[in-house]
T-cell receptor, first 115, second 110 residues
């Protein structure tokens, strides 16, 4: 059983640019969530996807958007990058529907640096 | 008030000590509680997943939930240098959102 994989592992972008981060969920997991973790902080929920639709969203502006594909993989897109977007971006997958309250398993993250 | 509060540490203990890590939460409706371990520059790894009150044990780890005081704990017995990491507590809000504490940095000294 493969775990959650994210790409790329590191990324440096310039303020104002756009970035796409990718996530392959664990085998059999159809719910994917994205989190932002700033240095020294706990992960903050960005949004969740289930069956290719956004199922919930945290307190992040619309320039943070996402997609989920039929194979349950997912993308996080961030437009108009700001310096404060520098963080570790984590993808988590869960088996079953969100209402099943199951565990979330995280990938290794993508470390984004905005300069 | 944050929904989940956790002392950031760092907490330093000698090898072999019993470690106690704690969090408090504000919403009595929370029922699911998790502990994750995160090594430097890595993703969080799920250690324990508990529902409602009580204890759950897995090897050297014991998770404890006291809903009456909104207090969750993780105990590590016979701590090892390899346990040195940041420990994150989390709870489950509604149907989609995990809420994390800030994490406690633990150092186990050989």
């Amino acid at each position: 059983e493969t775990g959650v994989t994210q790409s790329p592992t590191h990324l440096i972008k310039t303020r104002g640019q756009q970035v796409t981060l990718r996530c392959s969920s664990q085998s059999g997991h159809n719910t994917v969530s994205w989190y932002q973790q700033a240095l020294g902080q706990g992960p903050q929920f960005i949004f969740q996807y289930y069956r290719e639709e956004e199922n919930g969203r945290g307190n992040f502006p619309p320039r943070f958007s996402g997609l989920q594909f039929p194979n349950y993989s997912s993308e996080l897109n961030v437009n108009a990058l700001e310096l404060d977007d520098s963080a570790l971006y984590l993808c988590a997958s869960s088996p079953g529907s969100p209402s099943m309250n199951t565990e979330a398993f995280f990938g290794q993250g993508t470390r984004l640096t905005v300069v | 008030q944050k929904e989940v509060e956790q002392d950031p540490g760092p907490l330093s203990v000698p090898e072999g000590a019993i470690v106690s890590l704690n969090c408090t939460y504000s919403n009595s409706a929370f029922q699911y509680f998790m502990w994750y371990r995160q090594y430097s520059r890595k993703g969080p790894e799920l250690l324990m997943y508990t529902y409602s009150s009580g204890n759950k044990e897995d090897g050297r780890f014991t998770a404890q939930v006291d809903k009456s005081s909104k207090y969750i704990s993780l105990f590590i017995r016979d701590s090892q240098p390899s346990d040195s990491a940041t420990y994150l507590c989390a709870t489950y809000s509604g149907t989609y959102k995990y809420i994390f504490g800030t994490g406690t940095r633990l150092k186990v000294l050989a």
